[in-house]
């Protein structure tokens, strides 16, 4: 397999996947255009788009894709039907297009409905799960989207998150706030600096590197609930989530 990401917008990551005979799945398209391109300069064939939700920065491509495929399926969840989906999915169903085979993992919490779709080692995630951060909680609450990464978080460490957008600088500038002292976050962060400067991408990551950097994943950790005011293991982690996530909102 061969992942090509496609940076659109001022820091969204459209994926495709392909396989050995230069057919692609296309996940979140938030334009045509650039993928088309891409599509015709290799002589990529697209055989399905997946989409993780509904934001029009994750679907907004699916018109014009359709217009150069009409016969192109559109895999997504319940929500995504109005924004062009074809091919309704739901956790635990299967996405099986030709050497593509996509188990779907329900994901709420940023929206209701959101998924991911993933074939190992491939994990597209959308706004769920970003390297160092996580997304915001706009139509769930703190103890969907806890649980929602604790799902992340199980899989295999070699798993490779592909999430949608270029977040990493930013969120491990929160999290040195956070656990100032901990210098496998500050030796990162200054690695993820040095790559933007030279405008190349963070992600994908690989989850076992998440488990040390993200802050997210690490909500069982004592300095990190003394150093946003909780008493260590007194409440439930989705609360020292909740807490952590709100910090995050307002940085």
Not at 65 to 79: R, S, T, V
Request: include cysteine; glycine fraction near 6%; aromatic fraction near 8%.
């Amino acid at each position: 397999m061969e992942l090509i990401r496609i940076p659109v917008l001022s820091d969204n990551y459209i994926w495709l996947l392909c396989d050995e005979g230069k057919h692609c799945v296309i996940i979140d398209p938030a334009e045509s255009q650039p993928v088309i391109n891409i599509l015709a300069a290799n002589e990529i064939i697209p055989v399905a788009v997946l989409l993780t939700h509904h934001h029009h920065d994750h679907v907004g491509g699916v018109a014009g894709l359709l217009k150069k495929y009409p016969d192109l399926p559109i895999y997504g969840p319940e929500e995504t039907r109005n924004k062009g989906a074809t091919h309704i999915v739901n956790e635990h169903d299967v996405v099986n297009v030709e050497q593509f085979y996509f188990n779907v993992i329900g994901l709420p919490g940023h929206t209701l409905g959101h998924v991911a779709f993933y074939q190992a080692p491939y994990l597209f995630c959308g706004d769920t799960l970003f390297s160092g951060g996580c997304g915001r909680i706009f139509e769930g609450t703190a103890e969907q989207m806890f649980a929602s990464i604790a799902k992340i978080s199980s899989l295999p460490d070699d798993t490779l998150i592909c999430c949608a957008h270029e977040y990493t600088a930013a969120n491990m500038a929160f999290a040195k706030t956070i656990l100032p002292e901990n210098q496998v976050i500050d030796d990162y962060y200054h690695k993820i600096i040095q790559l933007r400067e030279n405008n190349q991408a963070t992600v994908p990551t690989v989850l076992q590197t998440e488990r040390k950097i993200n802050i997210f994943l690490n909500c069982h950790d004592i300095d990190l609930q003394k150093n946003i005011g909780i008493k260590p293991n007194s409440i439930p982690l989705s609360s020292v989530f909740q807490q952590l996530r709100g910090y995050k909102d307002n940085f």
